[in-house]
Structures are given as structure tokens and as C-alpha cells.
């Protein structure tokens, strides 16, 4: 299982249930990556896209007690989204957020595509910073780039000490 996440130089993520920045270059690798995948997200994550819709050309499963709706997949705890997720291949299945999501599913995830701001997004919620844990280790560094007055560079994590669930 992988995670895709977009992070300030802090290792903010989001504020106020809405992205940090907007770069092109990063949405069009958050699709083109997520893409016929299964997207994993929180409740809060899906009712931040656009009218609280689903993201199209995606299996969307979502962790929530409150949500009821038929265009996704909902589980209701940890257990019960952890038997959904074994229904897929391993590399197909991303996590997307939010917070809690991410916090409560890095010890299962094997890889995590990170696009580093250098900026500070003034975040309300954050990722856990894996530069400062010692089972994370940065496999590829991109180039930086600049785009909308933000520099960012793409990077990918790989978890040394994945464990199952």
C-alpha cells in the first residue's frame, strides 16, 4: 500500500479541510498516479473535493461512521477497512487523507509519494515528518521546480519495517 501527500516545509498538510497550495504540476501527478487505483480517505478528506463527490476514475473507500452514500465504498472501523483494502493488489491501493487517516495507516504503508513546498502553508493539520523516523528512507529525490511562486521537489519514501494488518 502507498500514500500520496503534499506537504509544507513544516510538514503541514491541510488548513481549514482544504489543500495548502495550488500547483499544477502536483495535482497532475496526483491523478495520473491515483488513477483506476484505490484511493483510501477520511470523511472530512471526501467532503473537500469538489460538491463532496467522490474522485471519478477511482475506487474511493472511505473510513466513516456518519457517512452514508452509495458512490463509494465506507468502512466503518480500522478492521473493516483494513478487509477491504486485502480485496485489492498491494501497489494499487493509495491512502489520500486526512491527518488522522495518514497517522493511523503509516505503519502499513510501504511507500509514500511526497511532494515537498518549501513554503509555510500555515497548516492546521500535519503528517507525520519522516525524515525524523528511522524505518523511512528517501529512495528518490526529483528535481526542484518552481511553479505559482512555490519551489517543490518530488520525493518518495519507502518504509523499511512495513507491518501487516
Known amino acids: 500500500m502507498k500514500a500520496i501527500v503534499a ?5 503541514g498538510i491541510g488548513k481549514n479541510n482544504d489543500l495548502l497550495f495550488s500547483i499544477p504540476e502536483d495535482m497532475k501527478f496526483f491523478r495520473s498516479t491515483t488513477l483506476n487505483k484505490v484511493v483510501v ?6 467532503r ?5 463527490n467522490p474522485l ?4 474511493n473507500v472511505v473510513l466513516s461512521t456518519r457517512i452514508n452514500r452509495e458512490d463509494c ?5 480500522y478492521s473493516e477497512l483494513f478487509e477491504i483494502i486485502k480485496r485489492y493488489e498491494s501497489d ?6 486526512g491527518a488522522s487517516v495518514y497517522r493511523e495507516m503509516l505503519p502499513f504503508i510501504d511507500e509514500i509519494l511526497v511532494t515537498k513546498v518549501e513554503a509555510d502553508g500555515k497548516a492546521d493539520v500535519f503528517f507525520e515528518n519522516l525524515d525524523k523516523l528511522d ?3 528517501v529512495i528518490f529525490e526529483g528535481e526542484e521546480q518552481i511553479n505559482n511562486g512555490y519551489k517543490f521537489r518530488f520525493t518518495t519514501y519507502k ?3 512495513v507491518k501487516s494488518f
Open 159 to 161: 518504509n523499511t519495517a
Open 135 to 137: 524505518n523511512f528512507k
Open 48 to 52: 473537500s473535493f469538489p460538491n463532496g
Open 41 to 46: 480517505m477520511g470523511g472530512n478528506t471526501l
Open 92 to 97: 494499487e491501493v493509495f491512502v489520500i487523507g
Open 7 to 11: 506537504v509544507d516545509k513544516n510538514w
Open 56 to 59: 471519478k476514475n477511482r475506487i
Open 73 to 77: 465504498i465506507i468502512a466503518r472501523s
